[in-house]
């Protein structure tokens, strides 16, 4: 772990970032930063910049670690540039084994790959940051509050279209479990209605926060 990355992810809930701007002006931001703009397209690093700030707005609501969430949006999709051969030699190369759904749907393979680069090019080595990434498409039912803030911002983030971003945003300000519940159901309707599969992930998701809210 480098020294800027061990700055704050041991201050637990005290977090030394009052402003995003404190945030975005880390030494270990701006290196993220710096590599994203010159490796993603415009729209999709203006993306990760609003689910950054969605997160963190996120985390100072749910009293989550400002810094982890912070490292996480800014990672989420570290290797989004890449093509779906580049994805699937990334994957050969890293020997990550891939299920039988994630080698027919190459849109997933960006999260799983993406942890690796998150450890090799940043030395992140936290595992609630790592969970986050790894899991932002698909969810899971044993996401940690890390992961759901990233589920949600990169679901729910204001450059997102779709009526139910705004919808999802709100209500993640004071009931996060049923935010992730709603991200999981309107992925899953989508996914029903474009006849694609669903990754088992994101129905463990669905009912594991479902049964969290009706119990």
Not at 25 to 37: G, T
Not at 61 to 76: D, I
Request: charged share 20%; aromatic share 8%; proline share 3%.
């Amino acid at each position: 772990m480098t020294s800027s990355e061990s700055f704050s992810i041991n201050k637990n809930l005290e977090s030394p970032f009052s402003t995003l701007q404190e945030l975005r002006e880390h030494p270990k931001s701006i290196e993220i930063q710096r590599y994203l703009s010159e490796k993603l397209v415009p729209e999709r690093y203006t993306h990760v910049l609003s689910v950054q700030e969605t997160a963190v707005a996120l985390a100072r609501c749910h009293n989550a670690n400002v810094w982890k969430t912070n490292l996480a949006a800014l990672l989420h999709d570290v290797v989004k540039w890449m093509s779906d051969d580049q994805l699937y030699s990334a994957a050969a190369c890293c020997e990550i084994e891939l299920d039988p759904i994630e080698k027919i749907m190459p849109a997933l393979l960006h999260a799983i790959v993406g942890v690796k680069y998150a450890i090799e090019l940043f030395d992140i080595t936290d595992l609630e940051i790592l969970e986050a990434i790894r899991n932002h498409t698909t969810g899971n039912a044993s996401m940690g509050l890390t992961a759901k803030l990233i589920y949600v911002a990169d679901f729910a983030e204001p450059t997102r279209e779709y009526k139910e971003a705004a919808q999802v945003r709100a209500l993640a300000e004071t009931e996060l479990d049923q935010a992730v519940h709603n991200v999981a159901r309107y992925k899953i309707d989508y996914l029903l209605q474009k006849g694609w599969v669903i990754h088992p992930n994101t129905i463990l998701a669905y009912n594991s926060t479902l049964v969290n809210i009706i119990s």
